[in-house]
């Protein structure tokens, strides 16, 4: 492979597959070097063979994993092979670009025959995942046992004999039941998934039962009714394929991104954020999401409505700030109205008001803060349409919040209000597709993509 085709490749295929990194230029190597090696301060050296005397260097905030390192190793070894083709088919190489991607992908966390199995298992689920069964959306689970290898038998079934039938379909749901195959294929089990023990997980929160029940010993393949295949594995959703393309899940980098407070309960808020985030992803829900940096508090609340506010210390903030504003000259002629509106006890405005809405949100909150409150309310919380922001304490300042964007205009996309509110903190956009985009403003304070998953 040319050098430019190998940083053609390192940018547009392995850079995407991990959320944060970036190429950081290039060192020298020799024929004693890897093909692929960890190397210092959070990064991955690659080249594209022993005998090539240069290392890309990639990095991110966080450590590479060894699984990420053995996914790049097998992604590496399957494009060589597809360049040494010499195909000047564009849609043909991109075929095979994705084939090679999805087998390096298996090929990560398994070998043979396991990874075999897991492939053909993929294979059979995309044809299910463009089909209906009695004009309903197909949904199926399959787990692979990657230790128990069953004695041969004359009665055994193969995960070919039975998973493209249609009496399959309606076998296992992906959440609460699965089929069970063996490393070689073979069905030897059907699980009814139950809340196993209470053991740390990184999963959406439907799929948190079949997470659990995901160790090293032991690979979830789901086919959700959208037609995404999700692999899960030690515990967490490590891939999925959505749209036809593979995606990484690097959690620990997409949370660190969040916020670069480091205090206990920052983690815990940042923890909060991603999983309602990724709960609203595979819920097929679009969401936007806004945490505040400490600074930035009163900053966000000139684009948020007093409607809205369901804080009463926030509601105090933002009373001052309009008040503030009605002593200044330009806005003497509306003084006396601000000054009136603003006559009264938070309790009393809401009333005034009929802010039926806020007033809702704050009884079933109950004073709680972000990561306090449960995943599935936070979930239907943030799907309300408009926007939902919080504060860097945790507070939950607004839900469904119709923002003030552009120069003091009202409404705008989601995408519109998560970027013009990212320059107080982070925004975060979800798609109804499940495309989570993180935005963050840089110290010259412009916004920016953080990371996009999904």
């Known amino acids: 492979m040319e050098k430019e085709q190998f940083y053609d490749f390192v940018e547009n295929l392995i850079v995407p597959l991990f959320t944060g990194s970036y190429i950081d230029g290039e060192e020298e190597s020799s024929s004693r070097d890897l ?66 991607i999805e087998k390096a992908i298996i090929e990560s966390i398994t070998d043979s025959p396991a990874s075999d199995t897991i492939i053909g298992i993929i294979s059979l689920l995309d044809n299910w995942a ?24 004359d009665n055994e079934i193969n995960f070919r004999d039975i998973l493209s039938k249609e009496f399959f379909a309606l076998l296992t749901d992906g959440i609460n039941s699965f089929a069970e195959f063996d490393k070689r294929g073979v069905l030897i089990n059907y699980v009814n998934v139950k809340n196993s023990k209470n053991v740390s997980t990184v999963a959406p929160n439907k799929y948190e039962k079949v997470a659990r029940s995901c160790n090293d010993k032991r690979v979830g393949i789901v086919l959700t009714e959208k037609g995404d295949i ?31 407070n480091v205090s206990y309960t920052a983690k815990q808020i940042r923890r909060a954020l991603y999983n309602t985030a990724l709960d609203c992803s595979f819920g097929y829900k679009g969401a936007c999401i806004i945490y505040l940096n400490k600074d930035k508090t009163e900053d966000a609340l000139l684009h948020i409505g007093s409607a809205d506010i369901i804080s009463p210390a926030h509601f105090e903030m933002k009373k001052a700030l309009e008040l503030g504003e009605a002593d200044k000259l330009y806005n003497l002629a509306n003084s006396k109205e601000i000054r009136s509106q603003y006559s009264c006890t938070f309790e009393e405005y809401l009333n005034k008001n009929k802010c039926f809405k806020s007033k809702a949100v704050m009884n079933i909150i109950g004073g709680k803060k972000l990561q306090e409150l449960d995943r599935r309310l936070l979930e239907e919380f943030v ?15 607004a839900v ?55």
């Not at 004009?135 to 990657?146: A, D, H, K, Q, T």
Request: charged residues 20%; positive net charge.
């Open 35 to 100: 093909e692929v090696a960890l190397g210092h301060t959070n990064s991955i050296l690659l080249k594209p063979t022993k005998a090539d005397e240069y290392r890309i260097i990639l990095r991110r905030s966080q450590p590479f994993k060894s699984f990420e390192v053995n996914l790049v190793k097998a992604i590496l070894l399957e494009m060589t092979k597809i360049y040494a083709m010499n195909i000047d088919d564009p849609v043909y190489m991109q075929k095979l670009r994705s084939i090679a």
């Open 130 to 153: 463009s089909r209906t069964y009695e004009g309903s959306p197909v949904r199926m689970g399959i787990f692979v046992n990657l230790v128990n290898n069953y004695e041969h038998q």
């Open 230 to 260: 999700l692999i899960f594995y030690n515990r967490q959703l490590m891939f999925s394929k959505r749209n036809g393309k593979w995606g990484i899940y690097s959690h620990d980098e997409v949370i660190r991104l969040l916020y670069s």
């Open 383 to 397: 799907s309300i349409d408009g926007a939902t922001i919080i504060d860097f304490d945790g507070t939950i300042i």
């Open 400 to 454: 469904g919040a119709i923002l003030k964007i552009e120069a003091g205009s009202l409404g705008g996309g989601r995408l519109a209000a998560t970027k013009c509110m990212a320059k107080y903190g982070v925004g975060i956009k979800v798609s109804q597709d499940g495309i989570m985009q993180g935005f963050s403003a840089d110290k010259h304070g412009n916004v920016k993509q953080i990371f996009n998953v999904g």
